[in-house]
């Protein structure tokens, strides 16, 4: 087909194919030559190039569309978004058009075999049924009808499979027109098994079509020509519903699923999201795993997030379907109420990537995931002091209670108990075995931890545990914060073949639109670049607008040799900003492990999504009692250096104290009132930051 000039941008039919090479139409009468003679003659040459003329040439501005073919063309292929645009843009004008598979751009026939017509119409079933369009029967007849239209015609010659197809094809609205039906005088003997086929599609929802066209790629010129609106090549959702997809996704609610290695914490989010049973040899977690190696050990290594919804009523809107995989759009628009999970590491050595996964979380609550069959670890209690360390309330999940011995369990929940009051943690546990008890304890999370007892191969608890999940009450309020300056948090990097460098993160305030200048960084000198945002996607669906709350992915209009620059853990924001290479923090030296922090101590910071040693400076120590810094030394026990050097302050465990820390490579961009982290093997304590003091080597380039 050729290329439109309409506002909606149309691809050829020649762009969407990827083999090189002469036209499909050209090997398939070349091998109709070989195989299919009659008294040695062949096809002749003309019908061997192109094939005879069967309609008109295609018009840019009819109801009508030819496709030589769509065999092979799968739902997540590029191509399969710009075949829906083409749909849409054919059925803007009167609302239903017509498909013509097996013809070329200029009405010759395309000499497909049925096989490849009958797979070429499931696709385009598919096609219409995913952008809010039917397949129209083209029979007005009933089934009897249907039989004796095939009985004395080319379906007396083929087989009874092939038979039974091509009815089937007929009855959903698929008009079967055989070669031989219409060129009965050809030479090249029997070519029965060649046909074209007609589709009716007329559209039954509008809005849905609209919501699932993709963005085309838009220069950045094309961008800096017009920044009040978005590109007119985009079929753009109405202001009303991209403002209530945008804030659906804003108010999702953020759980961080932790607990030991081999508790079954993949299992247990595999089964809630997907609202099935495990069959006890890891077939949930294998639909939601990342890497092969974590699918082939069990063992997740990364941080991954998955999303779930809950229909009115507290119905499971689940990502699996009868047919197909519902995309994140699809779960978030037919959801009242949204939860992501984050998926953490929970073997020891990939604390660190569980220390990142909690400080970028952005969690409201935590499910601290035990294994019912074996006693709480020291990394158990380890993911409970990180959660109460950082005031997030913890939901304890007993998991893999079928065929667990009575005495294992009892023994588990004494144990898990006994973490639970220790002063570190400092929760109440409180057993949850009915409604009632979680109702109970919903407006009490700050202090008590629902215990719920499931089992993902026999669905036991799991009921229970969807009612508290649809139940629990919103912590974070980001949307809140859709007033203050843009700032996005970078938690990943892509370079995108024709799109550029895309960034991945979270929009921690504000609110951005497509073509808006924004700045990056910082860099290693503590400088910003100046670029624009092209395009941008949250749920996987392209949006004109992020705004705070929301995970979104935004594709920047950098150089090459600008992109080499980012990193994760850097900032985009609406305004200049400055790098900042020390600041003060408040910090308290978490209980139970043997530390001891004074000056020039060196750890590892996790603030939101800045990941980087640090070198602690300065140290004043603050009275627990009047929240005031004080004169004195140390905190507790005195330290055998004190009596030898006295500007030697030491911490210990439990102690609060004021320091001043200095980014040991580079400078970062960081605000008072950030949480952060520090680790040196283990997590160490937590703090809150106070003050910044800015990278005086900061200037802004022009990206």
């Known amino acids: ?308 919804g809950y229909t009115d009523g507290g119905k499971v809107k689940t990502s699996s379907h009868r047919v197909r995989t519902l995309t994140d759009e699809e779960v978030v628009r037919g959801s009242e109420r949204l939860i992501t999970f984050s998926d953490l590491c929970g073997h020891e050595k990939y604390l660190k990537t569980t220390v990142y996964g909690m400080a970028s979380g952005m969690g409201d609550y935590s499910l601290i995931v035990c294994n019912a069959r074996h006693p709480p670890t020291h990394m158990t209690h380890h993911h409970l002091n990180l959660s109460s360390s950082n005031n997030i309330p913890s939901i304890i999940v007993l998991t893999k209670i079928d065929g667990c011995p009575v005495h294992s369990r009892k023994n588990t929940v004494k144990e898990l108990k006994a973490l639970l009051k220790r002063p570190d943690v400092n929760r109440v546990p409180f057993d949850c075995t009915t409604e009632a008890d979680i109702d109970q304890c919903l407006d009490k999370l700050g202090r008590l931890s629902p215990i719920i007892y499931t089992s993902a191969v026999t669905g036991e608890g799991m009921d229970l545990l969807h009612y508290l999940l649809y139940r629990l009450p919103k912590r974070r309020r980001h949307e809140k914060k859709a007033a203050r300056p843009f700032e996005f948090l970078v938690d990943d990097l892509f370079n995108v073949e024709g799109v550029g460098a895309v960034a991945s993160g979270f929009v921690n305030s504000g609110k951005l639109q497509v073509a808006s200048q924004v700045f990056v960084g910082p860099m290693d000198d503590g400088s910003f670049i100046k670029t624009i945002v092209k395009s941008m996607h949250i749920a996987r669906t392209a949006t004109a607008t992020v705004m705070a709350g929301q995970s979104a992915c935004l594709a920047l209009g950098l150089s090459k040799i600008d992109r080499k620059k980012l990193r994760r853990g850097q900032v985009i924001l609406a305004s200049d900003a400055h790098g900042v290479r020390e600041f003060d923090a408040e910090i308290c030296v978490l209980r139970g492990d043997h530390t001891t922090i004074r000056r020039n101590y060196q750890s590892y910071a996790h603030i939101l999504m800045v990941r980087q040693s640090v070198t602690a400076r300065k140290i004043s120590l603050i009275d627990p009692k009047t929240d005031e810094e004080t004169a004195s030394k140390t905190f507790g026990p005195v330290h055998p250096a004190a009596s030898k050097d006295d500007d030697v302050l030491v911490l210990r465990p439990g102690a609060r104290a004021r320091v001043t820390f200095q980014f040991s490579k580079r400078p970062e961009f960081i605000r008072p009132g950030m949480r952060m982290i520090f680790r040196d093997g283990r997590v160490r304590g937590v703090g809150i930051i106070k003050e910044c003091r800015e990278h005086l080597s900061n200037m802004v380039v022009e990206g």
Not at 23 to 48: F, H, M, R, W, Y
Not at 101 to 107: M, N, R
Not at 110 to 115: A, D, H, K, Q, T
Request: aromatic share 4%; glycine share 10%; hydrophobic share 30%.
């Open 1 to 308: 087909m050729s290329a439109m000039l309409s506002p909606h941008h149309h691809h050829s039919d020649t762009d969407n194919e990827y083999r090189p090479g002469p036209p499909e139409s050209t090997n398939i009468a070349k091998d109709l030559s070989k195989g299919c003679t009659q008294d040695g003659v062949g096809i002749p040459s003309l019908l061997a190039r192109c094939g005879p003329q069967v309609m008109e040439p295609e018009s840019d501005h009819s109801t009508t569309e030819y496709k030589r073919s769509l065999s092979g063309v799968s739902q997540s292929s590029p191509r399969f978004a710009g075949l829906g645009t083409q749909l849409l843009y054919r059925l803007c004008h009167t609302g239903h058009c017509t498909y013509q598979l097996g013809v070329e751009d200029d009405g010759r026939h395309s000499l497909r075999s049925w096989e490849d017509c009958r797979r070429s119409f499931e696709v385009l079933c598919g096609l219409a049924e995913e952008f809010g369009a039917v397949v129209m029967p083209v029979w007005k007849g009933d089934e009897e009808e249907v039989e004796e239209a095939g009985a004395a015609g080319p379906l007396s010659c083929l087989d009874e499979v092939t038979r039974r197809q091509v009815k089937d094809v007929r009855s959903r609205g698929g008009l079967v027109t055989w070669f031989n039906e219409e060129f009965p005088g050809v030479p090249g003997g029997d070519i029965s098994d060649i046909c074209r086929i007609t589709v009716h599609v007329a559209q039954v929802d509008e809005n849905k079509g609209r919501t699932r066209s993709m963005s085309r790629k838009v220069s950045e010129t094309d961008l800096l020509a017009d920044r009040s609106s978005p590109p007119s090549g985009d079929p753009v959702v109405s202001d009303s519903e991209e403002d209530l997809f945008g804030r659906k996704i804003s108010g999702a609610m953020r759980i961080i699923v932790m607990g030991n290695v081999d508790a079954g914490k993949s299992t247990l989010v595999g089964s809630l999201t997907t609202d099935s049973r495990d069959d006890g040899r890891g077939s949930c977690r294998t639909k939601i795993m990342k890497h092969r190696h974590e699918i082939t050990t069990g063992r997740t290594s990364t941080v991954s997030h998955h999303t779930m």
